[in-house]
């Protein structure tokens, strides 16, 4: 499945690739970093570099196989680019990222923008929250 995958997004087959795309697929956490896939591998007793880790997530960003997100605080991670689209929230407290997806805020966003008397091309929406005391 990865390799047909792979040769879909254009890019050659290899045992890195094919392991960093497993990784990402069936991990329970959709957001990983480049340390999270490295670390995911060496529990897995695969054993690629961490720099090979980042080289092959670039390719894979590239090749709109994943969708890299720089959160604020130098927080990196990479999901699978299943097309759908949603907002984050990145816990500040642990550096968790939710997920969600808001019709209403869709819907506010176009208002908004329509008010401006211009059209929304692409946007993405991050909450920074911590946990409530
Ligand atoms: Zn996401």
Excluded: C, W
């Excluded at 959709?30 to 591998?41: I, M």
């Excluded at 529990?43 to 880790?53: C, K, S, W």
């Amino acid at each position: 499945m990865e390799n047909q995958q792979l040769k879909k997004a254009g890019l050659k087959v290899t045992l890195p690739r094919v392991k960093i795309l497993q990784i990402l697929e069936s991990s329970e956490d959709r957001h990983l970093s480049a340390e999270d896939v490295y670390k995911l591998l060496l529990e897995a007793g695969d054993d690629v570099g961490l720099a090979t880790v980042y080289r092959v997530l670039t390719q894979f960003e590239s090749a709109g196989l994943v969708t890299r997100h720089n959160f604020e605080g130098g927080h990196s991670v990479f999901e699978i680019d299943d097309g759908e689209h949603h907002d984050h929230m990145v816990n500040v407290d642990d550096g968790t990222v939710i997920e969600f997806f808001s019709e209403e805020i869709e819907e506010l966003q176009h208002k908004i923008a329509k008010k401006h008397g211009v059209e929304i091309v692409d946007h993405s929406l991050v909450l920074y929250v911590k946990n409530k005391k």
